[in-house]
């Protein structure tokens, strides 16, 4: 078990705070961490689809600048 710093941010709405969770799995996941070994906490149940929503957007995102 390894110990890790929490860390805060504050974002100005949903979908700032939903690319920055985008940007954090793709780090993670970057770093040897399986999709699988990760989970994202919600407020409200609702707000699940719409994490998913952006995280296919951000997906699709990175695959058309790779291909550029």
Known sequence: YEKKKLVY???Q???EEYIFIAKKI???QSNG???S?????TRKNSE???IAEILQKYKELQDI????
């Open 9 to 11: 941010a504050e974002f």
């Open 13 to 15: 709405n949903q979908i």
């Open 26 to 28: 793709k780090h993670l």
């Open 33 to 35: 961490i399986k999709y």
């Open 37 to 41: 070994d990760i989970a994202i906490l």
């Open 48 to 50: 699940i689809d719409d």
């Open 65 to 68: 600048i790779a291909i550029l």
